[in-house]
């Protein structure tokens, strides 16, 4: 079974508005963090925004925010007034806290959400 | 700090070729990676360095090898080059994570391979 699941292969959204990017996980490690990754055409990973599994808030990170529903195993990253420069491959990934047999140096991506800003 | 860097930045390969693609990283990171990334499949992690001296292999690690002589750097070789390893190789490099798993990995600008 897939680890880290992005449903969304691509998402269109006009300048100024906000959208979502849905990732959703799956594991039985009751400690993991969850990243999301920036990756525009030149080709860089630049990372986001991050949360861990026994966060009590949501994380945010200027414009970038996390909707974590921990019960749902969902980790959507919302984007608030986008930008022409936020055109670019979104990625998920999760890294497990090894409590559960697995590893924790490992991070396991998703397959990524490719988001166009129009103007 | 130039980060994480990686030598080249574009190579192209005959089948069966051999090749060592560097990465170098100033953070003093414990932890280096290699991935691969291919359309459609996001990022997959090859080997993996957990301090100098010590490599394992990730999920995809047939038809590499790699060594880790200095914590600094990070090699990975292909001995015989297939055109099924065309594909963007990144290297990363973080913390260890420990208990605080926090720690982000930080990325190289990666390298395109292509072989013919």
């Known amino acids: 079974a897939q680890k880290i699941t992005q449903t969304q292969p691509g998402m269109f959204v006009q300048e100024k508005e906000a959208v979502t990017l849905d990732c959703t996980y799956d594991t039985s490690d009751p400690s993991y963090g969850l990243f999301w990754y920036k990756q525009p055409s030149s080709g860089e990973m630049i990372f986001l925004i991050y949360?861990?599994?026994?966060?009590?808030q949501n994380a945010t990170e200027g414009r970038y925010s996390l909707n974590f529903q921990k019960a749902r195993k969902s980790a959507n990253l919302v984007i608030s007034a986008s930008q022409l420069g936020d055109s670019a491959m979104y990625f998920c990934a999760m890294r497990e806290g090894g409590n559960s047999g697995g590893s924790n140096y490992k991070l396991t991506f998703g397959k990524g959400t490719l988001l166009t800003v129009n103007p | 700090n130039a980060g994480v860097t990686q030598t080249p930045k574009f190579r192209v390969l005959k089948t069966g070729q051999s090749m060592t693609l560097l990465c170098a990283q100033d953070?003093?990171?414990?932890?280096m990676y290699w991935y691969r990334q291919d359309p459609g499949m996001g990022l997959r992690l090859i080997h993996y360095?957990?301090?100098?001296?010590?490599?394992a292999k990730g999920e995809v690690p047939d038809g590499y090898n790699v060594s880790r002589l200095k914590k600094q750097n990070f090699l990975l070789g292909l001995e015989s080059a297939a055109p099924s390893q065309t594909s963007v190789y990144f290297c990363?490099?973080?913390?260890?994570?420990?208990?605080?798993?926090?720690?982000?990995?930080?990325f190289g600008p990666g390298t395109r391979l292509t072989v013919t």
């Open positions: 949360q861990g599994s026994y966060d009590q």
């Open positions: 953070m003093n990171h414990e932890y």
């Open positions: 360095s957990v301090g100098e001296g010590t490599t």
């Open positions: 990363a490099s973080s913390y260890y994570p420990g208990l605080a798993i926090h720690y982000e990995q930080y």
